[in-house]
């Protein structure tokens, strides 16, 4: 394949119209919305209509025709501005409507693919559980056969897009039987919001993505017809790990928005900011922390690029994924803290928006997989594990 990722007309047209909303829409609105923890329904809509939603979909579903390289350009013009507006995009698409899309009956697709792609509704992953962690394995929540329905019991936590007013369903993986050896089938079923017996906590309490809606969920004795079944029988635990290869290349992309966003922030602080009569963009010291900043985003964003570009044209890419999101949130880490020491004192307030990044950077070194959950992909992929 070849190694030119610069982009073809199309793709750097999207750039641009998202490039402009994230500063013209978004900038102006989300730093209040922020510090009140509250979710951003309008910038939503305004990203439903743009078709954001629907980008890698096709449009017989609403979508617009578009690829994962389209959905991650977009991802990291967002993520410049602001992660609580990029990672609902990402979960929505990449979490809520790809497993859809992927796995799902034609029905299940006419059903729910177009209020997905247009942003009328959210949809939600629920995989990870309070006692399980990186172990997606670990699932212990049910789902029970009885009559024409599934049975589901169970708990998830950390989910993402979970509890919002226009969440419309949940994918849950549940254990629906036992293999031979012992071991847990895993299923993925659909569970519509409102069904009786499903639970939504209060949103938690978190350091950062403070508009970004993700909460605890609980099922008791949730009942959804079997035809609510996603893909084949016990084919569940195969399924999220492929749809955790792709969300591992665009959360790569939200975290090369953030890292390149504190470049951004940055220079401009510093050719803005007097010390001793001068700007401290003219100490060199600045200006090696601000090259090894726009260095580290730029390596980012050949990774999760290739990454795509491997996806898009039907290559192997469960490595390169990894490698993207290992690295790229790692550049976002490393940015963020020294965006911050840039600023000085005023990185320190919250009415800066490197303040913002640094509250947002961690997490992407921990959800969709750590960087310890990287490393041990890495590591297989070059021949060593199980």
Aim: net charge negative; charged share 25%.
């Amino acid at each position: 394949m070849s190694l030119d990722h610069r982009l073809s007309p199309e793709h750097e047209e999207l750039r641009r119209t998202v490039e402009a909303f994230a500063h013209d829409v978004v900038a102006p609105k989300i730093g209040d919305l922020y510090e009140r923890h509250e979710f951003p329904y309008e910038i939503v809509r305004e990203m439903g209509a743009m078709g954001l939603f629907g980008l890698p979909f096709p449009e017989e579903f609403g979508g617009m025709g578009g690829d994962y390289l389209a959905l991650g350009i977009a991802l990291e013009e967002l993520a410049r501005v602001d992660s609580s507006v990029a990672i609902t995009l990402e979960a929505g698409v990449s979490l809520g409507a790809m497993p859809l899309y992927l796995f799902g009956t034609e029905e299940q697709k006419q059903q729910w693919l177009p209020k997905l792609c247009s942003g009328e509704m959210l949809g939600a992953f629920g995989l990870t559980e309070p006692g399980a962690g990186s172990d997606a394995g670990g699932t212990r929540t049910t789902a029970v056969k009885d009559g024409d329905e599934w049975v589901i019991n169970g708990s998830k936590c950390f989910i993402t897009n979970s509890g919002t007013d226009i969440t419309g369903l949940v994918t849950v993986t549940a254990v629906t039987g036992r293999k031979a050896d012992g071991r847990p089938e895993i299923s993925s079923i659909i569970v519509p919001s409102g069904t009786p017996g499903f639970t939504v906590a209060a949103p938690y309490s978190k350091v950062g993505w403070n508009s970004s809606d993700t909460r605890e969920l609980a099922f008791d004795n949730v009942r959804v017809p079997l035809a609510n079944l996603v893909g084949a029988e016990g084919r569940g635990y195969a399924q999220f790990l492929r749809i955790l290869d792709e969300g591992r290349i665009a959360i790569a992309a939200l975290a090369t928005g953030l890292a390149q966003g504190c470049v951004d922030e940055s220079v401009k602080y510093a050719k803005e900011r007097q010390a001793f009569g001068r700007p401290i963009g003219d100490n060199q010291s600045i200006q090696f922390k601000l090259a090894d900043m726009e260095m580290r985003a730029h390596m980012a964003r050949l990774g999760w690029r290739d990454a795509a570009s491997r996806l898009v044209h039907g290559e192997p890419f469960k490595k390169e994924a990894a490698l993207a999101k290992l690295y790229s949130s790692t550049v976002a880490v490393d940015n963020a803290r020294e965006a911050t020491q840039i600023h000085g004192g005023y990185g320190f307030m919250n009415e800066y928006p490197v303040a913002r990044m640094w509250r947002d950077s961690k997490i992407l070194e921990i959800g969709e997989g750590t960087s310890e959950v990287q490393r041990m992909l890495i590591a297989r992929e070059l021949g060593f594990g199980a």
